[in-house]
């Protein structure tokens, strides 16, 4: 049974027009991370959610936005997106930071 | 459906063990396997594989593909305190762009 599931799969949004990922989790984690992957690169954190305790990393853009209205939910809001925001968005959970983290599927963003 | 499987899902071993993470996939248009490393927050790469019988090697890491039996290894010898970590294993894959599926983890924890 899935534990981390994202949605949708697959999104392709026009340059500028605000988009929203989805993550949810089953395994009611405290902390859920997004990452954002690039081809043939490691995943790089955008930012994390300590329960509702919002971390931002100091090099995410202000472009993303994130919000997280349970301990099930977390969302990725990407405000205007511009054709270098087109990635894998990864969404992770651990019961604490550093610890068992449990990866969803993935959302490939394709912006045209 | 496109998956990655990887096993066990947890491992306790203690240092100087020797271990082996598993990682089978089912994934069209396969392009190349890689192997992080996560510990805190964001994954650190490890290997890629591209071609089925070459092992790479890192210190202690050695990891080996397997295109026909669609499988990889991980294995870690004389383990560490320090190898405690979380091993991501994900699939890149050519069907529209480049994308990446990702196992769940092994969560791996060395005792002193």
């Not at chain 1, 081809?39 to 959610?49: D, E, N, T």
């Not at chain 2, 459906?1 to 306790?12: F, Y």
């Not at chain 2, 190898?83 to 069907?95: G, I, K, P, Q, T």
């Amino acid at each position: 049974d899935a534990m981390v599931i994202q949605n949708p799969r697959y999104q392709v949004t026009q340059f500028g027009k605000p988009v929203t990922l989805s993550c949810s989790q089953t395994l009611n984690h405290n902390v859920m991370y997004w990452y954002q992957q690039k081809s043939s690169q490691a995943p790089k954190l955008l930012f994390h959610y300590y329960d509702k305790d919002f971390n931002n990393e100091a090099d995410t853009p202000d472009n993303f936005q994130s919000r997280r209205p349970n301990t099930s939910f977390c969302f990725l809001d990407i405000r205007s997106p511009g054709l270098g925001d087109a990635a894998m968005y990864l969404c992770a959970t651990s019961r604490a930071q550093g610890l068992d983290a449990f990866f969803g599927q993935g959302t490939r963003l394709t912006v045209v | 459906e496109d998956k990655v499987v990887q096993s066990p899902l947890s491992l306790v071993v203690h240092e100087g063990d020797t271990v082996t993470l598993n990682c089978s996939y089912e994934v069209t248009n396969f392009r190349s396997l890689l192997w992080y490393k996560q510990e805190k927050k964001a994954p650190t790469f490890l290997f890629m594989l591209t071609s089925s019988g070459i092992e790479k090697k890192s210190g202690r890491l050695s990891s080996i593909l397997d295109k026909k039996e669609l499988f990889s290894i991980l294995n870690i010898t004389a383990t560490q305190t320090g190898d405690s970590a979380v091993y991501l294993c994900a699939v890149e894959h050519s069907n529209t762009g480049n994308q990446f599926y990702f196992g769940t983890g092994t969560s791996l924890t060395v005792i002193p």
